[in-house]
């Protein structure tokens, strides 16, 4: 499970393919991704933003940016811990995934970057 801490902040990362939603004849592939933040600083932060950078096989590459994860921007006291799922879909059945949360400590209003850690996308049949 990739995983990296910036600030005190941990980002942890699982992931599934979704044969049921994917179609690989017509280069569709569709993959959920778990996140964990959890907070180890000694400070109250709140989750402002996030930002995307999604690699396919193919080359292609996106960016996504935007405010919150799934229509929430979470406030995590220390020692507290959210967690969310969401997807991608790549056109080929191999990509990866990396990217950042801007971030506020509440008590003063400092805003940082906390890194997610890159993360690789991959159908499992392509693993042999």
């Not at 020692?79 to 080929?92: D, P, R």
């Not at 971030?103 to 499992?124: C, D, H, Y």
């Amino acid at each position: 499970m990739p995983t990296t801490t910036t600030q005190g902040v941990t980002v942890s990362v699982t992931t599934n393919y979704l044969p049921d939603y994917s179609s690989p004849g017509q280069e569709h592939f569709v993959f959920a991704y778990k996140i964990e933040i959890r907070n180890n600083s000694e400070f109250t932060v709140k989750l402002l933003r996030r930002h995307w950078h999604i690699h396919d096989a193919t080359g292609a590459v996106r960016e996504v940016e935007g405010e919150g994860v799934v229509g929430r921007q979470p406030v995590l006291e220390p020692g507290e811990a959210h967690q969310y799922v969401s997807g991608c879909n790549l056109k080929s059945g191999l990509g990866k995934m990396r990217g950042t949360y801007l971030m506020e400590r509440l008590a003063n209003g400092q805003q940082f970057q906390v890194e997610i850690p890159e993360f690789t996308l991959m159908v499992p049949f392509r693993m042999n």
